[in-house]
């Protein structure tokens, strides 16, 4: 399996507290979503590429960019009552299927069958990787994007590209009742918050942060976590029972951070 090349060190280093493309404190811009279309390109030169293989299993996920309560984030989900991986975060995204025209309209798909999210509403910024395989022999491609509070946000060209792009409101998403309990915002904050941090290993190999959400989630329900028999990587909310952002969800979200100069 192709595994991309990141320095070779047994300890994930600290954070940065800022990045060159866009600000922590206020929300994103289209100037600040053209920066981080260029460095999410540049940094796909740095893997090599993967050819699709006919005889597997592919999925694929969005990683939603967007501004809550002006604050610059990603969207996540926590999976509901499901045959697997259920009480998890993730992003949207799923099984591609064969009327899927392509990798990236199977997570388009599959972001408004979840959130209520329209394609038309997302800019497409690039892709992370290189794509892995999941615990159940899928091939999960990551793509990245910015989700708009409305379409006509999304196609106004005449807009100031120094404005900050407006909110969308979580409340008026609309989740699957089968597939997601609920739906949260993760600011960029959050993620180089020490107190939020856990050093992992991604699958025994290369070290990343998982984050602790927990106290993000609303606390209107209960989510059952699902455990694993056989003690495997990725299984479950996260370790000791907390919810966390993890497993290949938090390895993508990695990848993503470290393209964006966030993570080191």
Not at 64 to 91: Q, Y
Not at 107 to 132: C, F, K, M, N, Y
């Amino acid at each position: 399996m192709l595994q991309r090349t990141i320095a070779t060190t047994s300890r994930v280093l600290p954070p940065n507290t800022a990045s060159p493309f866009l600000s922590f404190s206020s929300p994103l811009t289209r100037a600040s979503l053209a920066a981080i279309r260029t460095a999410l390109s540049k940094d796909a030169q740095s893997y090599p590429p993967v050819d699709a293989d006919a005889h597997e299993t592919h999925a694929a996920v969005l990683i939603p960019l967007c501004n809550v309560d002006n604050t610059p984030g990603i969207l996540l989900e926590v999976r509901g009552k499901l045959r697997t991986h259920s009480g998890e975060v993730s992003f949207p995204g799923g099984k591609v299927d064969s009327t899927d025209p392509s990798f990236l309209a199977a997570a388009l798909r599959e972001t408004h069958e979840e959130v209520g999210i329209t394609s038309d509403q997302i800019d497409i910024l690039g892709q992370v990787g290189p794509p892995q395989l999941s615990l159940g022999g899928m091939r999960v491609w990551p793509f990245v994007g910015f989700v708009h509070s409305s379409v006509q946000f999304r196609e106004d060209t005449t807009a100031d590209p120094e404005a900050p792009l407006p909110n969308i409101n979580l409340s008026s998403l609309v989740l699957s009742p089968k597939e997601v309990a609920y739906a949260f915002h993760l600011p960029f904050t959050a993620m180089v918050a020490p107190r939020r941090l856990r050093e992992h290993q991604f699958r025994g190999g290369q070290p990343y942060w998982a984050i602790s959400v927990a106290d993000l989630i609303r606390s209107d329900g209960k989510v059952e976590w699902e455990t694993d028999p056989l003690q495997r990587d990725e299984i479950g909310a996260g370790r000791g029972g907390s919810l966390e952002v993890w497993g290949l969800t938090g390895w993508y979200l990695s990848l993503c951070l470290r393209a964006l100069a966030i993570y080191q």
